[in-house]
């Protein structure tokens, strides 16, 4: 599981929109490659000024990395990365 947050050139809407092989999930824990935005999600009832304070940010994502073929993941977030690439 990691966390990474994509830069302000980057809209994480159209990133997640974008991938192919890895899956919008709000759980976490399964054997297959999954991605949620807190948001959206985890943190969605948490006040936006809380979210902040903790860095919780629109553009904050969580991967739990599954057993699919490293390769293949990689690919498919490097492809969403550019197509999600604002600049």
């Not at 966390?3 to 050139?9: P, V």
């Not at 890895?22 to 969605?44: D, N």
């Not at 936006?48 to 919780?56: K, P, T």
């Amino acid at each position: 599981m990691l966390s990474f947050e994509l830069d302000s050139a980057s809209d994480p809407l159209l990133f997640l929109r974008s991938l192919q092989l890895v899956r919008c999930a709000v759980s976490l824990g399964g054997v297959e490659t999954t991605i949620c935005q807190p948001v959206a999600t985890s943190h969605v009832k948490m006040a936006e000024a809380e979210r902040e304070r903790l860095g919780i940010f629109p553009a904050l994502l969580r991967l739990s990395v599954g057993i699919e073929d490293p390769e293949d993941i990689i690919a498919d977030l490097m492809q969403a990365l550019e197509r999600a690439s604002i600049g």
